[in-house]
């Protein structure tokens, strides 16, 4: 399974970045899919979860009411919208996925078994 994360750039505080992940290999609907950041000197940190074949999503509370995960079955990606970005989520992005039907928590980086190369965000005041 391979991960290929693109989107992050250089935006404005107030501004809004798309962050997509496209997931090789089966069982899409039915992964864990999340994306974590991490900051300089800081560490990773959840952001966002969701498992489609669940009717899962959930979102952190630094981010809740601004990001939005959401999936594409067909296209096997997933998705960072993210609005009104401050400059405290300036990140590297990476996107995860579990193995198909695995449990545990979404938000604990040990509980995914594969990962993106991360892709950066960069929020200017």
């Known amino acids: 399974v391979q991960l290929q994360a693109s989107g992050g750039g250089l935006v404005q505080a107030g501004g809004s970045l798309r962050l997509s992940c496209e997931v090789s290999g089966n069982s899409f609907s039915n992964r864990k899919l999340a994306w974590f950041r991490q900051a300089p000197g800081k560490e990773r940190e959840f952001v966002a979860a969701?498992?489609?074949?669940?009717?899962?999503?959930n979102v952190a509370d630094p981010v809740k009411g601004r990001f939005t995960i959401f999936g594409d079955n067909g296209k096997r990606t997933v998705y960072l919208q993210m609005n009104s970005l401050k400059p405290e989520d300036t990140a590297v992005y990476y996107c995860?996925?579990?193995?198909?039907?695995?449990?545990?928590?979404?938000?604990?980086?040990?509980?995914?078994?594969?990962w993106g190369q991360g892709t950066l965000v960069t929020v200017s005041s």
């Open positions: 969701i498992r489609k074949s669940a009717g899962f999503t």
């Open positions: 995860a996925a579990s193995t198909p039907g695995k449990s545990g928590s979404y938000s604990w980086p040990d509980n995914y078994d594969y």
